[in-house]
Antibody, heavy 120, light 112 residues
Framework: QVQLQQWGARLLKPSETLSLTCAVYVGSFSGYYWTWIRQPPGKGLEWIGEINDSGTINYHPSLKSRVTLSLDTSKNQFSLKLTSGTAADTAVYYC??????????????WGQGTLVTVSS | QSVLTQPPSVSAAPGQKVTISCSGSNSNIGNNYNYVSWYQQFPGTAPKLLIYENDKRPSGIPDRFSGSKSGTSATLGITGLQTGDEADYYCGTWDSSLSAVVFGGGTKLTVL
């Protein structure tokens, strides 16, 4: 059973950089898109971006200038950095595996979520 | 403002059937190469995959849950409603114009 376990700083001041890491246990790291999704309190899901081990990276257009995704295949981990944090970045952040069979993609495994609060 | 549009809430009695709609455009749901998936989320927990490839159920998901897609819309159906089905439901797909995954705003299901 694939497991994703995530961690990172939970409280940031405005302008600081959000940093989260997700470790993948069991199963292959190759052949999937490793994804970050966030959910502001009481609101819906927002896709942040994804990375795979072939070097493909996709970002949400509205966050592209502030997001950096990276992959450490030796540790089966991937990471998110979001710069210039504001209160609008306060959300539960999830890591997830996007499993694509051709054009058919879905998020089949998720991390437990991390509530990150940006506040002075 | 979500790219995909879902009703904020739906409700029905136990044992009844409910449908949740997800409306998009030609750049996302309306594109035959963009498949719709549905997720169920209980408060305080991560979303769980319910339906993928428009109408397929992952192993372990009961056949009370079904999905369909037509034109620029998709629908999640739940039959034989149980109180344990009370949750938020989200649709998602790829948007070819944005080159991004997009989600609906979510629908809160209440089983009266």
């Amino acid at each position: 059973q694939v497991q994703l376990q995530q961690w990172g700083a939970r409280l940031l001041k405005p302008s600081e950089t959000l940093s989260l890491t997700c470790a993948v246990y069991v199963g292959s790291f190759s052949g999937y898109y490793w994804t970050w999704i966030r959910q502001p309190p009481g609101k819906g899901l927002e896709w942040i971006g994804e990375i795979n081990d072939s070097g493909t990276i996709n970002y949400h257009p509205s966050l592209k200038s502030r997001v950096t995704l990276s992959l450490d295949t030796s540790k089966n981990q991937f990471s998110l950095k979001l710069t210039s944090g504001t209160a609008a970045d306060t959300a539960v952040y999830y890591c997830a595996r996007r499993n694509c069979g051709g054009d058919n993609c879905r998020f089949d495994y998720w991390g437990q979520g991390t509530l990150v609060t940006v506040s002075s | 403002q979500s790219v995909l549009t879902q009703p904020p809430s739906v409700s029905a009695a136990p044992g009844q059937k409910v449908t949740i709609s997800c409306s998009g455009s030609n750049s996302n749901i309306g594109n035959n190469y963009n498949y719709v998936s549905w997720y169920q989320q209980f408060p305080g927990t991560a979303p769980k995959l319910l339906i993928y490839e428009n109408d397929k159920r992952p192993s372990g998901i009961p056949d009370r849950f079904s999905g369909s897609k037509s034109g620029t819309s998709a629908t999640l159906g739940i039959t034989g409603l149980q109180t344990g089905d009370e949750a938020d439901y989200y649709c998602g797909t790829w948007d070819s114009s944005l080159s991004a995954v997009v989600f609906g705003g979510g629908t809160k299901l209440t089983v009266l």
